[in-house]
């Protein structure tokens, strides 16, 4: 894919040979957000951009049309004409099949994609000739945390979790001392640590709650204790328990019972629970059972974070709030959406930075040898290039097998091919597959060490 950048850019637009950045209103359900703000918008434009955006994009998260005019962008009130001219086209979610059909090929399309969940999506754009990237795919290193997405919008989501726990709870979240007694503080379990977890953890003991939270990887006690929470401690009899990217590794059926009967003793006393746990392209792991929302307290509210996949709670009900044995269980999806100015702003920024990757002095200068410009598309010239979605799709690897260097004489003869016996015949087995890179409990967003979290 390492194209030179006449070969991967688009043909100029009617901007004077200027990259053309397009802002399409969100059609998606329920989504108030947008992809860029006028203050995004204003940096690019003084960078040589043109920008257009669609008549009232920005109106259901506070940015008026107005806002984006003062800042240099063009309102383009028809939204076919809107792609028609697009160099890249910037949304939040993922355009309908019927917008694409006014995107040119060669264009290129930043968006949340989830394209290991979106195989057929991802399929479509590589026919159309797309180049997409997906904000969920930005690689897990230092250098792309400025534009970790999934860390910025899993910030918003823990923000949010508490305050819906907050308003469904039939108690104060806070200790008080009142001439009619005292009250004593609300329980909260936070079951994951990653960017959202720890993002729950700090807004519930802004609120004056007990808070305790468990997550596989030891690594993250420090950060939760760091903010005024009790780590749980669940022996799982191993050490190794997360991946170099910081992923927590899939946990085996015995670890999985344990994590299960533990988290079930805590739950039961506690007037909420939050949980996160996701598996990066498959359906959450579930958590939280039928049985221990029986036995929890009546009025007890949970609120899951994992609903879009399914849920980390059995009785979860994606995209509703209902009441089960006494529990409040609130399946609410988009949370960031619901906090649309600030989940808009962050986001914005993750998609500037972005961009200064690719565009250069005004034009569009894909280099597919930067790691995170490499790492973040997913289609390309025609083909789906992202790995992971390749693997999904049964497709074979993009990358040749490097060959084996060839031994020297006296090298080969003094160190026998661990995979034989030492009469050189293949020993019999396989090698052991590696475990894989997801997690148990491993909170929404959780982020390598060292690395954000209000992160991913």
Do not use: W
């Amino acid at each position: 894919m390492a194209e030179s950048a006449a070969e991967t850019s688009p043909d100029p637009g009617a901007h004077g040979g200027r990259v053309t950045l397009a802002v399409a209103k969100e059609t998606a359900a329920n989504e108030r957000r947008v992809a860029l703000v006028p203050d995004a918008v204003a940096k690019l434009v003084a960078g040589g951009v043109a920008v257009t955006i669609e008549a009232g994009a920005g109106e259901a998260s506070a940015y008026l049309d107005d806002a984006y005019q003062k800042a240099g962008a063009t309102v383009v009130p028809d939204a076919a004409a809107l792609v028609r001219g697009a160099d890249v086209l910037l949304r939040v979610q993922k355009p309908e099949p019927a917008e694409l059909d006014s995107l040119r090929p060669g264009a290129v399309l930043v968006a949340f994609l989830a394209p290991m969940m979106n195989t057929d999506s991802a399929q479509d754009l590589a026919r159309r000739r797309i180049t997409a990237f997906s904000m969920d795919a930005i690689p897990r290193t230092t250098r792309a945390q400025s534009m970790d997405a999934l860390s910025s919008q899993s910030t918003v989501a823990g923000y949010k979790a508490v305050l819906l726990a907050a308003d469904h709870l039939p108690r104060f979240f806070p200790m008080l001392t009142t001439a009619a007694g005292s009250i004593t503080p609300a329980k909260v379990l936070v079951v994951g640590a990653g960017v959202a977890g720890l993002q729950a953890i700090a807004t519930a003991r802004r609120l004056g709650a007990v808070v305790e939270a468990y997550d596989t990887r030891p690594v993250v006690k420090e950060q939760v204790e760091s903010l005024g929470a009790r780590f749980v401690d669940i022996d799982i009899g191993t050490q190794d328990t997360q991946t170099a990217g910081g992923y927590a590794k899939e946990a085996s059926p015995e670890v999985l019972k344990k994590q299960a009967e533990v988290l079930a003793e805590r739950a039961a006393r506690s007037d909420v629970v939050i949980t996160t746990a996701l598996i990066p392209g498959r359906p959450a792991p579930r958590l939280i059972t039928a049985q221990t929302v029986s036995e929890m307290r009546h009025g007890s509210v949970i609120v899951d974070l994992a609903a879009e996949t399914g849920g980390n709670c059995e009785l979860t009900k994606p995209g509703e709030i209902v009441v089960e044995h006494g529990v409040t269980l609130i399946g609410t999806l988009n949370l960031p959406s619901q906090m649309p100015f600030h989940a808009s702003q962050m986001y914005s920024k993750n998609v500037q930075n972005l961009l200064a990757l690719f565009i250069k002095d005004g034009r569009l200068n894909l280099n597919f040898d930067d790691d995170i410009v490499k790492g973040t598309v997913i289609t390309h010239d025609g083909e789906v290039v992202h790995e992971a979605t390749r693997s999904r799709l049964g497709l074979g690897s993009l990358t040749p097998e490097p060959e084996p260097a060839p031994a020297s004489p006296s090298t080969a003869e003094a160190t026998p091919d661990p995979a034989t016996s030492g009469d050189g015949t293949a020993t019999s087995g396989s090698p052991p597959e590696q475990p894989a890179e997801a997690a148990s409990v491993s909170g929404v967003g959780a982020a390598p060490t060292g690395a954000t979290p209000a992160e991913r």
